[in-house]
């Protein structure tokens, strides 16, 4: 028992900080989405403009 | 054994705990944010022949710059300069209110890297954006 609680001291002393470390961490692939989702608003790009590709693929269903 | 299983459940914990904290978002859901984004919306009709001429070009810092003004004939000089200094204003309000609203002001710098690198991304071909070295380059 009283080795249980020295590990929880343990877990608690190494999660707590990383906790506090991680949250100060800058989300940068979440931050790409939001500036993506305001610079397509502020020039109106519809999706279909950024992925002319898609379009052009063939379809391979309906050449057979 | 009990004591391993407890220590590598102990190590477990403490491995994820992290992993889940990073799940952060970046939340673009706040008036200011719209308003700012509804503002360089509208403004962007009056500067797209700029950006298309190459007279207005996309800075590396996340903001526009009048890069050639002998692209702009004089009476419109004025203007041209007058919808750059707005724009900017708004881009700068932008990023510092997404950090605010982040409750990270300190994420400005990264925001605004961030912004710059997508803005020149998303840029049409023929636009003009400054590389990392500073100079001028066309899409």
């Keep these: 028992m009283k080795q249980f609680s020295w590990l929880l001291l343990v877990t608690a002393l190494v999660t707590l900080p990383a906790c506090v470390t991680i949250n100060i961490y800058f989300p ?21 403009e950024h992925k002319p ?12 | 054994m009990k004591k391993l299983l407890l220590t590598l459940f102990a190590l477990l914990l403490a491995l994820t705990a992290p992993l889940v904290m990073a799940a952060a978002d970046i939340d673009i859901n706040t008036p200011a944010i719209a308003t700012l984004t509804n503002s360089m919306q509208a403004r962007y009709g009056k500067l797209s022949p700029y950006y298309a001429s190459g007279a207005v070009g996309l800075t590396r810092d996340g903001l526009v710059a009048l890069r050639d003004a002998n692209a702009v004939s004089l009476k419109d000089r004025q203007a041209a300069n007058a919808l750059v200094t707005a724009e900017n204003n708004d881009r700068n309000a932008l ?30 071909g023929g636009w003009w954006y400054q590389d990392a070295g500073g100079g001028w380059a066309k899409k």
Excluded: C, L, M
């Excluded at chain 1, 305001?38 to 279909?48: F, L, T």
């Excluded at chain 2, 300190?106 to 690198?117: G, H, K, L, P």
């Design chain 2, 95 to 124: 990023y510092k209110e997404i950090a605010n609203a982040n409750g990270h002001p300190e994420w400005e710098a990264e925001i605004r890297s961030t912004f710059a690198q997508r803005w020149v991304q998303k840029a049409q």
């Design chain 1, 53 to 64: 590709a898609e379009a052009a693929e063939p379809q391979p269903e309906t050449s057979q």
């Design chain 1, 28 to 48: 940068a692939a979440s931050a790409e989405k939001a500036a993506d989702k305001i610079i397509d608003e502020v020039w109106q790009i519809k999706p279909s």
